[in-house]
């Protein structure tokens, strides 16, 4: 059993890194008090254990707990006696996880993966299946399952350049671990070939489509319908001024965008637009409001409400798990990691609110949606150039579109569309599940809602 991966080395790095590690999450623990908790979880010290059978959900951040959601609540459905657990790596995945996901039954910080911390949260926790989401490819928590009979399943799997090139480094050692996932469920045909060219044991792989392509439930739609309310509230947005919103910027692409926002309004058709900026990180908000402040904006910020922020030009979206919301007021969005080499963010819930998308050329995290989007002509993906060039092409696309709104909407109307017709990915998983897991795990099949 994983004879040609290197586990000595792996591990041998894990521990050199140990005093690191540690040192971070101490030095975080002093600072906050609920980092002595998210400590204990991740040393599983002390993890909430509910009685089984259990299911444990593994996300990374925000975007996979969103994105396990339907598939959580089909299972759920389909077992209703099933327990459900699900571990998040990031805080801010931990926290919406506990937000929208408040059902489940346990929610902690995911174990580091040193080997005596696995197989403590394994027996711990005794799930009867774990569900990995996308490419979260731990390779002493596959082991402890292994050891201890947990069917692990990859859901909503995919794998970048870059995630494929670091892992086709392992060679055979990969094709190892791979094979102790009990299935893959890969979000396209280019994820699927890339996994078994890994050595993915082939019939284990199989082609479900992307879950983030769900609709939201009843509960997410109500909550989102409450936070725009409120930044409507706030904002004054919805009240003739046309809105931009750019989603998930990092590091280098909030000046080019504050740059091209001030040509548009040196316009005196676009004089009243308006640009509401939602940094991909939250650490980075407060270095976001300084840096538009010292591009000359005076920044309305949203953790910090003011009867002046109706009248602001800049906007700036220093909370957690609103964005999706906020993109119901854009008269375009503009969706960041994708001007600077960053590989791109999510499009799809601007995509489901159908408003018109600009992005920029770094997409490859995104490459099947984003050829699904372009192929339905439903995007306006930025060419490669040079900074002026990029900058000089973003200003125009954003002035077209917010002078044309014929043809703003009709970008918006293709990009829902689009949406609209690729939201089966969380009953093909489930499918997927019954074929092929369930009926091996007697204590699943027993609460089996047949």
Same mark, same amino acid.
């Given at each position: 059993m994983f004879?040609?991966?290197?586990?000595w080395l792996y591990n041998a790095a894990l521990t050199g890194g140990a005093p690191?590690?540690?040192?971070?999450? @101490?030095?975080? $623990?002093l600072r906050r008090r609920a980092s002595w908790s998210s400590l204990r979880e991740r040393l599983a010290l002390r993890l909430p254990c509910p009685p089984p059978p259990v299911i444990w959900l593994h996300c990374v951040s925000v975007g996979e707990a969103l994105a396990g959601q339907p598939l959580a609540q089909a299972l759920r459905e389909r077992l209703p006696g099933a327990r459900f657990a699900i571990s998040t790596t990031t805080d801010t995945g931990q926290a919406r996880a506990r937000e929208q996901l408040a059902w489940m039954d346990a929610h902690f910080h995911f174990p580091l993966d040193f080997p005596w911390v696995a197989r403590r949260?394994? $027996?711990s926790l005794k799930p009867s299946l774990a569900i990995i989401l996308e490419t979260e490819i731990w390779p002493n928590f596959i082991r402890a399952c292994a050891r201890q009979g947990v069917p692990v399943v990859l859901a909503n799997g995919r794998l970048s350049d870059r995630s494929f090139a *670091?892992?086709? *480094?392992?060679?055979? @050692?990969? @094709?190892?671990?791979?094979?102790?996932? $009990?299935?893959?469920?890969?979000?396209? =045909?280019a994820d699927a070939e890339r996994i078994r060219h890994l050595g993915a044991p082939a019939? *284990?792989?199989?082609?479900? @489509?992307?879950?983030?392509y769900a609709p939201p439930d009843a509960a997410e739609r109500a909550r989102r319908d409450r936070i725009a309310t409120d930044l409507q509230r706030q904002f004054g947005l919805g009240d003739g001024r046309p809105c931009i919103v750019a989603g998930s910027t990092v590091g280098g692409e909030e000046r080019i965008i504050a740059e091209a926002f001030a040509r548009l309004r040196a316009k005196p058709e676009l004089r009243a637009c308006r640009l509401l900026l939602a940094p991909r990180h939250p650490e980075r908000f407060a270095e976001v409001g300084r840096e538009l402040q010292r591009l000359g904006w005076t920044v309305a910020r949203r953790s910090q409400p003011r009867p002046e922020d109706r009248q602001a030009a800049v906007l700036l979206l220093d909370t957690i798990g609103e964005l999706a919301a906020a993109y119901r007021w854009a008269a375009v969005a503009l969706v960041g990691g994708s001007l600077a080499p960053r590989g791109g963010h999510n499009i799809l819930e601007p995509a489901a609110e159908g408003r018109p998308i600009v992005t920029g050329h770094h997409t490859e995290n995104f490459r099947a949606i984003l050829a699904r989007f372009r192929a339905a002509d439903a995007v306006w993906q930025l060419a490669p150039g040079a900074p002026a060039e990029l900058l000089s092409a973003l200003a125009t696309a954003l002035e077209r579109l917010l002078t =044309?709104?014929?043809r703003a909407a009709a970008l918006g109307a293709r990009a829902r569309a689009t949406w609209s017709a690729e939201t089966g990915a969380a009953a093909a998983a489930v499918a997927a599940l019954e074929a092929r897991i369930l009926p091996g795990i007697p204590a699943l099949r027993a609460i089996r809602g047949d």
């Open positions: 004879s040609r991966f290197p586990f690191l590690w540690l040192s971070y999450y @101490g030095a975080r $623990a949260a394994v $027996a *670091r892992y086709r *480094r392992l060679g055979r @050692g990969m @094709g190892d671990l791979l094979s102790h996932f $009990a299935l893959c469920l890969m979000q396209s =045909d019939e *284990r792989v199989l082609v479900t @489509g992307n879950l983030k =044309d709104p014929a």
